[in-house]
Structures are given as structure tokens and as C-alpha cells.
């Protein structure tokens, strides 16, 4: 197939997590050469491993849904899919000092937390979500805590939406848009039957086949190299990095919008879309484990001065080879990066979770705890505001060779490596759009595979 030869264009990326990568490799499929700036020691992003005991582990847990096509077909195409182990899993709820499994209409009708009128009114109002609601859209205008009150009644909200909003969002939680919990809830529950995926070697092995492409292809990567300074050029962009410009005939920026603001100088500095942009982080507190601690993949959290709102048992779906025997067990706490509660100290968080599992379950044996890890990502997700659509950055900052594949562009889609595949695959056709100075951008990368 014919591509955009042009050996004089090259491309910064910036950012070596998901969107980076896949940005670099379509880039370089499309004859464009590129050079990647990442800020750490190493490539995945969000997605970063860390070694225990000769084995290869998540710092956040990933798993990917059957209903991905964007990742799945890039996994084909890497020759990936073939080691994709899917496996059926099911989701637990504690509320105060109860547990409910929570997957099934019975589960529902059995909730406690709920009156019975609250559980009929529950399964009313999601199945109206799941099959009526069709719209998305419609919501993006609408708060979800003023839409989820108006579907179940002011109880349910508080008892059950509002504390799940608030794992999520903290102090914000009224503020975002109806339409992001709309995408989240038929994303996860569309199916009948919760199935996730894990590819052999988990994301690591995605971000690493992406990696020796780009080399493969010829692509640069440079680790340790943060990108530090941004600013248009007459015929492009340069960038520094280790104090050194480099002329490049375009970027594509994966940086949160802060960061990148923060780099860019001249025009950029004022162009760059939601600067603003409140963001979420996480501390994700790792426990591995000798034995299996719970029935479940996902437990929603809501318990008064627990310092987590969620716990997840990834080896109900990561296969024990992959683990040398161990059950990783993430507990987790989504908060502003300047928080409080995100600056603790790891001693304070290891603690905290040792005895988060003695109060949920009294009879756990602290001796099956073989280590215990601590991680902190300052830029999850941002805090969507309401008619966010409307402001959602454009794949390309205006007038200029700076192009975003970024999580802000996700909205209404879910944080996911499945979204930034698909968002960073449609930056490269605007990228290439522009490199070969057409000015109505394809919206195929097939119709910029030019004769
Ligand atoms: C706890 C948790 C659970 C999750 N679960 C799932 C899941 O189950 N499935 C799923 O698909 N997704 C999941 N996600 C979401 C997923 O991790 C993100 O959607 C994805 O990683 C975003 O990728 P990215 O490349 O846009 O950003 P990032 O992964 O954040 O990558 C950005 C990169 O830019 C680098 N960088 C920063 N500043 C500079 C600079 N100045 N110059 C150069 N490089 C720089 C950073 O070091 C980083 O490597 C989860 C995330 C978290 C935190």
C-alpha cells in the first residue's frame, strides 16, 4: 500500500504511555518519521509493570472488555489477539459492614442497603438506562447526580449513586455530566455476562510489541527525556529537551493539558485547549497476596472513614503463571494529586490497607501478605465539566502543527487504552492530512494512502 513518503517530515511525540506509542507507530506506517519523548525510564504510561519475585506486575490494574474493537483490532494487527484469555467475572458490593454480590437482577432485589421500594425502583431505573435511553448526548447538558436523582428517587442517589460518584470524583462528584455515566454504565453492562480480557503478558506486552515496531520502523525513542519547552516555528514546531531545540514539522502532544500548557511558549502557551482542566489521581495500594482474598474481580466500596473506595482482585482474570503463584489484590483511592490523601506516605498507605483488609474481612491471615506496594498517578482522568462537548479539545490546536491524542479528548468515551487507540489512530490522519497540505482533513487513514 502506498504511503506518505516524505522522509523530511519528522514528528515529536510526546509522551510514551498508550496514546504515544500508537500515534508513533501509525505514523511511522504512514512514512512519517518520529521521535518519542517520554519523561520516565520506561514506555506504557499509566500502564507501567514493576518486578516481583521474577515476575512481571501491574502498578494499576488493566483489563480490556469484549466489546473494544479499536484495541482488539490493533492486537491483530501486532499479532497479539491470538494470546487474549477472556474470562467471565463478577462484581461484589460492601456497603458499611455488608456484603452483597452484586451481578444479577436477584442480587438486586436481595441489595439491603436498599428498602425494597429503592431495589424495585433501582432495577426500573437501570434497565431504562441500559435499553430506552438512547441519546447520550442529550445528557451531556445535565448533571448525572441531578439525572440519576430524578430516575431513582433522592434515596437511592444517596445511598448508592452518590457514594460512587464521590470514589470517583471526590468533592466534585456533582459536577459531571450525566453523559459520561451514561457511556460508562452500557459500556460495562451492555452484555449480559461481564467478561474481561487479558492479554498474555498483560498491557506491558502491548506497549512492548509497539515498541519494537517503532523501532523496527525506524523511529526514535527517548527515554528520560521529559519534553520542556514547545514553540511554533515558520514551518513547524521545535521542542526541547535536554536543553536542545529540535525542529519538527509537527507534534502530537499525549500530555495532560496542563503539562502541556506549562511547556508551550509564544501563541501555543494561550492556545492550548482546557488548560484548566481539573484531573483526578489515584493511589493504588498493592497487596500480593499467597491466596486468594475474595469471589470477585471488582468490589465497590462504601464504608464510613475507609480510606478506599474500591478494591480489585486482578488474578480472577490474570492467570497465576503470569503472577509466579501470587493473587494481587489493588486497592484504591481516586483523589486530586494536591490532595491531602494523595501526598501520604507509603508507610501510612501500606498500613492503611492491612487493616482495611482486617475490617472487611475479620478472619484475614496478615501472614498470607507476601509485599505490599504503593503507586500514585497524578493525572488519571479529568473531572469532566457539564456541555463538555462543546469545549472538547479538537484533534489540532488551530492555526498551528500542534496535535493532541490525549485523555481530555475522551469524553464521553471511558478512560481506556481501547479510547486512546482509537483517539490517537484519527490524530495521525489529521497529522498526515496536514503534512501533505490538504486542507479538508480525510477521515479515513485510508483515503490518505495516496498514489
Ligand atoms: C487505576 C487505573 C485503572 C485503570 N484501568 C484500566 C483498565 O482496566 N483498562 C483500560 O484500558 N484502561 C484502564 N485505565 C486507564 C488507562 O490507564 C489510560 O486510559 C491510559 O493509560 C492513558 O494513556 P495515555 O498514553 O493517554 O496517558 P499516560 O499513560 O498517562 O501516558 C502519558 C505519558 O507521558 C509521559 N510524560 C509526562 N510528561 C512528559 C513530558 N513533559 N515529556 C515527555 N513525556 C511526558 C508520562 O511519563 C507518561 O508515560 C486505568 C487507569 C488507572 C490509573
Known amino acids: 500500500m502506498p504511503t506518505l513518503t516524505r522522509p523530511n517530515h519528522q514528528v515529536a511525540v510526546l509522551g510514551g504511555g498508550i496514546s504515544g506509542l500508537v ?3 501509525r505514523l511511522l506506517q504512514q512514512g512519517v518519521g518520529v521521535t518519542l519523548f517520554e519523561a520516565s525510564d520506561a514506555l506504557g504510561g499509566l500502564g507501567g509493570t514493576f518486578e516481583y519475585n521474577r515476575a512481571v506486575m501491574e502498578q494499576f490494574y488493566h483489563v480490556m472488555l469484549n466489546s473494544d474493537a479499536p484495541l482488539l483490532s490493533l492486537l491483530e494487527e501486532l499479532d497479539l489477539a491470538g ?23 436477584l442480587d438486586l432485589l436481595r441489595f439491603g442497603a436498599l ?21 447520550g448526548a442529550a445528557l451531556d447538558g445535565i448533571t ?58 498483560g498491557y506491558r506486552a502491548i506497549a512492548d510489541a509497539l515498541a519494537s515496531e ?35 514539522s509537527a507534534v502530537i502532544s499525549t500530555l495532560p493539558m496542563p503539562l502541556l500548557q506549562k511547556i508551550a511558549g509564544g501563541r501555543i502557551h494561550g492556545e492550548v485547549p482546557q488548560s484548566d482542566l481539573v484531573y483526578q489521581g489515584v493511589v493504588n495500594v498493592v497487596l500480593i497476596l499467597k491466596q486468594r482474598l475474595q469471589p470477585y474481580y471488582w468490589n465497590a466500596i462504601v464504608k464510613q472513614g475507609f480510606p478506599f473506595q474500591g478494591l480489585v482482585e486482578t488474578t480472577h482474570v490474570v492467570p497465576l503463571e503470569q503472577t509466579n503463584g501470587r493473587h494481587l489484590v489493588y486497592l484504591m483511592n481516586y483523589c486530586n494529586k494536591d490532595s491531602e490523601t494523595y501526598s501520604r506516605s507509603d508507610s501510612d498507605w ?78 495521525v490522519v489529521k497529522v498526515c492530512a496536514e503534512l501533505v497540505g490538504r486542507s479538508a482533513p480525510a477521515s479515513t487513514m485510508d483515503e490518505l494512502t495516496l498514489a
Do not use: C
Not at 217 to 224: E, I, P, S
Open 23 to 25: 500515534s508513533a507507530y
Open 83 to 105: 494470546t487474549i484469555r477472556w474470562q467471565e467475572t463478577g462484581m461484589g458490593f460492601q456497603y458499611e459492614e455488608a456484603f452483597y454480590p452484586f451481578n444479577t437482577p
Open 115 to 135: 428498602t425494597i421500594p429503592e431495589r424495585l425502583r433501582t432495577a426500573v431505573g437501570a434497565a431504562y438506562i441500559t435499553k430506552f435511553v438512547k441519546n
Open 144 to 201: 448525572a447526580a441531578a439525572w440519576l436523582t430524578s430516575i431513582f428517587g433522592a434515596s437511592v442517589f444517596q445511598k448508592l449513586w452518590r457514594p460512587l460518584l464521590t470514589a470517583k470524583f471526590g468533592d466534585l462528584y456533582d459536577t459531571v455530566p450525566a453523559y459520561w455515566f451514561w457511556s460508562r454504565l452500557t459500556r460495562e453492562k451492555g452484555g449480559a455476562k461481564e467478561v474481561k480480557g487479558y492479554v498474555e503478558g
Open 214 to 248: 517503532i523501532v523496527r520502523m525506524g523511529g526514535k525513542v527517548r527515554l528520560k527525556t521529559p519534553a520542556q519547552g514547545l514553540h511554533e516555528t515558520a514551518g513547524g514546531v521545535q521542542v526541547n529537551a535536554e536543553g536542545q531545540w529540535d525542529p519538527f
Open 350 to 427: 501500606k498500613f492503611q490497607a492491612q487493616k482495611a483488609l482486617t475490617s472487611l474481612y475479620p478472619d484475614f491471615d496478615q501472614s498470607v501478605v507476601d509485599e505490599v506496594k504503593v503507586f500514585r498517578a497524578p493525572f488519571v482522568e479529568p473531572v469532566w465539566p457539564v456541555n463538555y462537548l462543546a469545549d472538547r479539545p479538537e484533534a489540532q490546536i488551530s492555526g498551528s502543527k500542534v496535535f493532541l491524542a490525549t485523555t481530555a479528548q475522551a469524553y464521553p468515551r471511558v478512560n481506556a487504552w481501547n479510547t486512546m487507540v482509537e483517539i490517537a489512530s484519527e490524530t
